[in-house]
């Protein structure tokens, strides 16, 4: 398709949309380590079996990215949706390299692995979507 052409316009020059990005990925993980910390009482007051666990898990990976994305969006010019994606997915790429570097699998299958994708893409392109 010769002539197509996508382009994700933004505002405040070259080097704001990084800054936004990143901005927005300290947000993310703040947001992150605040619910992971609630969840932690959660599961030492009530003991939840597994599957609520992993629900949980997904909720936080969705509200962090939705906030990230949210914060992205607002500083793009046009295409907002696209901003907020792509902190979503810069998200779970962050969360898969620390996984990788510590040697510990966060999530024990292929499946549930995908599953983060799609949910930290999803709420980050939610987010882009409200702002």
Do not use: N
């Not at 704001?16 to 992150?32: E, K």
């Amino acid at each position: 398709m010769a002539g197509l052409e996508i382009r994700m316009e933004y505002s405040g020059g070259r080097t704001g949309m990084i800054r936004a990005l990143a901005a927005a990925q300290v947000l993310a993980w703040l947001i992150t380590a605040a619910l992971l910390l609630a969840m932690a009482f959660v599961m030492w007051k009530f003991q939840p079996d597994m599957g609520k666990m992993q629900l949980g898990i997904y909720g936080i990976y969705v509200l962090s990215c939705l906030f990230a994305g949210r914060y992205t969006g607002k500083r793009g010019a046009h295409r907002k949706f696209l901003w907020g994606m792509c902190s979503g997915m810069l998200y779970f790429g962050i969360l898969a390299a620390v996984s990788v570097l510590s040697k510990r699998t966060v999530q024990p299958d292929a499946l549930h692995r995908v599953l983060a994708f799609v949910f930290c893409t999803a709420g980050g392109m939610l987010g882009g979507m409200t702002a």
